[in-house]
C-alpha cells in the first residue's frame, strides 16, 4: 500500500463546476504539499499545510491531521486548470518528500 | 531570478552509455533534490542535499547511479552504465527550508530515454 493514496485517479468536469481531490497518508507527517503539474511537464507548488485551511484564489486547501487527510477544491473550475494535481506528504525532521500518484484534471469548456 | 535551471532538456542515448544531467539551484536556496518521474511509479524523491551535504540517498536506484553538489549553485546526476528502464523525466527542486514554508522549485525536468 502506497502511504500517499489519492483520489480520483482521472476527474473530468464541465466548466464552473466545483472540484474536489482527495488526499490520504498513512504516516506521520510535518507537511502536506499540494502541487500542480502543467500539460507541458512543469511543476508548481500550490500549498504547503500543516493544519486546517489555506485558500488562494479559486483554490482551497485544507487538512485534517486526526484523519490523516487532505483535500483541494477548485471553485468555479476553468480549462485552464487542467493538469495533474499531485500530493506530498513530508516526514517530520526532514525534507524528504513521498509522493501521490496524482489525480489528471480535465475541465471541458 | 531565472529559477532553477536543468539541462539538458532532452536526452536520447544508447544502453551502456554515461549519462550527466545537470542543475542550478535558485541563489540563495540552500537544499537541493533530484527527483525522477515514470508512469508507473509517479514521482520519487533519489537524493537530496543541504547545504551541498547529501542528506538522503536512499532512493538512488543503485550503484549505477551518484549525484554531486561540488557548490551550492551546481549538481550533478549521473548514470554509468545507463539501461532503457532508467528512462524518464528527472527534475531539479531547490528550497530554502528557514522561510517556514519549504515550498521546492522545481526545474523544467531532463526527459532522458535509453534506447
Known amino acids: 500500500k502506497n502511504e500517499v493514496e489519492q483520489s480520483p485517479q482521472n476527474l473530468t468536469a464541465q466548466e464552473g463546476e466545483f472540484i474536489t481531490i482527495n488526499c490520504s497518508y498513512s504516516?506521520?507527517?510535518?507537511?502536506l504539499h499540494w502541487l500542480q503539474q502543467h500539460p507541458g511537464g512543469g511543476i508548481v507548488s500550490l500549498f504547503m499545510?500543516?493544519?486546517g485551511k489555506k485558500k488562494h484564489g479559486r483554490l482551497i486547501a485544507t487538512i485534517n491531521i486526526q484523519e490523516k487527510h487532505s483535500s483541494l477544491h477548485i471553485t468555479a473550475s476553468h480549462p485552464r486548470d487542467s493538469a495533474v494535481y499531485i500530493c506530498?506528504?513530508?516526514?517530520?525532521?526532514?525534507?524528504?518528500?513521498?509522493f501521490g500518484k496524482g489525480t489528471k484534471l480535465t475541465v471541458n469548456p | 531570478d531565472a529559477g532553477v535551471i536543468q539541462s539538458p532538456r532532452h536526452e536520447v542515448t544508447e544502453m551502456g552509455q554515461e549519462v550527466t544531467l545537470r542543475c542550478k539551484p535558485i541563489s540563495g536556496h540552500n537544499s537541493l533534490f533530484w527527483y525522477r518521474q515514470t508512469m508507473m511509479r509517479g514521482l520519487e524523491l533519489l537524493i537530496y542535499?543541504?547545504?551541498?551535504?547529501?542528506?538522503?540517498d536512499s532512493g538512488m536506484p543503485e550503484d549505477r547511479f551518484s549525484a554531486k553538489m561540488p557548490n551550492a549553485s551546481f549538481s550533478t546526476l549521473k548514470i554509468q552504465p545507463s539501461e532503457p528502464r532508467d528512462s524518464a523525466v528527472y527534475f531539479c527542486?531547490?528550497?530554502?527550508?528557514?522561510?517556514?514554508?519549504?515550498?521546492?522549485?522545481f526545474g523544467p525536468g531532463t526527459r532522458l530515454t535509453v534506447l
Open positions: 527542486a531547490s528550497s530554502w527550508p528557514y522561510s517556514g514554508h519549504n515550498e521546492q522549485f
Open positions: 506530498a506528504v513530508r516526514s517530520p525532521g526532514s525534507e524528504k518528500l513521498v
Open positions: 499545510l500543516s493544519s
Open positions: 504516516v506521520g507527517i510535518s507537511a
Open positions: 542535499f543541504n547545504n551541498n551535504v547529501p542528506i538522503d
